[in-house]
């Protein structure tokens, strides 16, 4: 089965410690995304990255830090300096921001849901 | 600042029921536009999507979309609902001038009731 996958499902921490969420993609997409999920705020940009060893803030970068070593992974560390790291982690991929294509789709995954305590 | 913005919180309908759901963006440029949709306890999947073309989309489960330039609107429209359509739904923009980001919306909660 192709897609995306997040481990895990739901992640306990306490305050004041890191914790890294994993996103693996099987699709050879390029490109991929973490976005933060709130109730009544939609969806929030972190971090993307459109190709291996580079990555860009998003919206909401402070406190998060992500890595981009291989293409299928894009782990994402809320670090202790994330002021309300409480929330649900939605990964994402596409294939290829520089294609010719207007524009291509973003696949998610399941998400993770953090609660730190 | 550059937005989307869902007026509708919270719809509840009873089956049958018509549906529309708005959403309107503040960019200024040419945009493509989605619908997406999480239904409880799944991932966020795409509904529908504009790019160009017939404004008038059709996505899949019988919802359409009417994109109106003049108005920065792109409404989800459903002729009749049914209790599984429940669910929390998106509307995302993607400004053409970067072809990486999406936009979401703070999204709409729809129950519907049998």
């Known amino acids: 089965d192709g897609g995306i996958t997040q481990s895990p499902k739901y992640l306990f921490r306490k305050e004041g410690q890191n914790v890294t969420l994993s996103c693996e993609q099987n699709l050879n997409h390029d490109a991929m995304y973490w976005y933060r999920q709130d109730p009544g705020q939609g969806l929030r940009l972190i971090y993307y990255s459109q190709i291996v060893n580079d990555f860009q803030k998003g919206d909401i970068a402070e406190g998060y830090s992500v890595s981009r070593e291989k293409k299928e992974s894009f782990p994402l560390t809320v670090t202790s300096a994330q002021k309300n790291p409480t929330a649900f982690y939605l990964c994402a991929s596409s294939i290829d921001p520089g294609s010719l294509s207007p524009y291509n789709e973003q696949f998610f995954g399941p998400g993770t849901r953090l609660t730190v305590l | 600042a550059q937005s989307v913005s869902q007026h509708n919180h919270h719809v509840i309908l009873s089956e049958a029921a018509s549906l529309e759901l708005g959403c309107n963006y503040s960019?200024?440029?040419?945009?493509?536009l989605f619908w997406y949709v999480q239904y409880p306890g799944q991932h966020l999947q795409l509904l529908l999507k504009?790019?160009?073309?017939?404004?008038l989309v059709k996505g899949i489960k019988g919802f359409e979309a009417e994109f109106i330039k003049s108005k920065f609107s792109f409404n989800l429209r459903k002729p009749s609902v049914q209790w599984s359509d429940t669910a929390e739904y998106f509307c995302a923009v993607n400004p053409k001038y970067n072809t990486d980001k999406l936009i979401f919306g703070t999204g709409t909660r729809l129950q519907v009731f049998p």
């Open positions: 504009y790019f160009s073309g017939d404004p």
């Open positions: 960019y200024g440029g040419t945009v493509n």
